[in-house]
């Protein structure tokens, strides 16, 4: 079984700033199947990316993603106020469906 | 628009059951698949269970298999799941969500609000 792990578990950062979340998978995955969400306090997770680099309908193109093989990464180039929350990693295979423990990315 | 509306949420005993229910709207509902994914209080995401839009193909993780039990019906765009042997640790909120489709069929792409499973004595 896929296991992902994120890093950072918080990321401290202003608004303007960059920001880059890591997930790596326990043993090389199709980049084909690796999406990532984010969810805010109390809301529902939104799927920001598919195909690891594919944005989600509605989506800033501040948001972008990459990786391949074990190592991807979300990547957001400027922050907003409503960007601050928590990221999620997921990846499918094998008909299982594996997230990621999660990166806070918080306001400094 | 779609919409995704999970019930049926509340509190049980260990060991006991509950029938969580997700009404959908919007979309073709039989052409979808349909998951189920918990939460627990202050935890990250966890996938439980997935169903085709067929019905004909379920999936379960291995926390649940065996206790948890996926189904829909087409005709009420309706997807159901039975959770049994309930232990403390099944105490989550449960996310019901739509499937995508094509190349992105694995994602989950619209979510309910979620409904909150307490098992406790």
């Known amino acids: 079984e896929i296991v992902l792990t994120q890093s950072p578990g918080t990321l401290s950062l202003s608004p303007g700033e960059r920001a880059t979340l890591s997930c790596r998978a326990s043993q090389s995955v199709s980049s084909n199947y690796l999406a990532w969400y984010q969810q805010k306090p109390g809301q529902t997770p939104r799927l920001l990316m598919y195909?690891?680099?594919s944005r989600a309908t509605g989506i800033p193109d501040r948001f972008s993603g990459s990786g391949s093989g074990t190592d991807f990464t979300l990547t957001i180039s400027r922050l907003e106020p409503e960007d601050f929350a928590v990221y999620y990693c997921?990846?499918?295979?094998?008909?299982?469906?594996?997230f990621g423990q999660g990166t806070k990315v918080e306001i400094k | 628009e779609v919409q995704v509306l999970e019930s049926g949420g509340g509190l049980v005993q260990p060991g006991g059951s509950l029938r969580l229910s997700c009404a959908a709207s919007?979309?073709?509902?039989?052409?979808?698949?349909m998951r189920w994914v918990r939460q627990a209080p202050g935890k990250g995401l966890e996938w439980v269970s997935s169903?085709?839009?067929?019905?004909?193909?379920?999936a379960y993780a291995g926390s649940v298999k065996g206790r948890f039990t996926i189904s829909r019906d087409n005709s009420k765009n309706t997807v159901y799941l039975q959770l049994s042997s309930l232990r403390a640790e099944d105490t989550a909120v449960y996310y019901c969500?739509?499937?995508?489709?094509?190349?992105?069929?694995?994602?989950?792409?619209?979510w309910g609000q979620g409904t909150l499973v307490t098992v406790s004595s």
């Open positions: 919007g979309f073709t509902f039989r052409n979808y698949a």
């Open positions: 997921q990846h499918y295979g094998d008909s299982l469906w594996t």
């Open positions: 969500a739509k499937g995508g489709s094509g190349s992105s069929y694995y994602v989950f792409d619209y």
């Open positions: 169903v085709s839009g067929g019905g004909e193909s379920t």
């Open positions: 195909g690891a680099s």
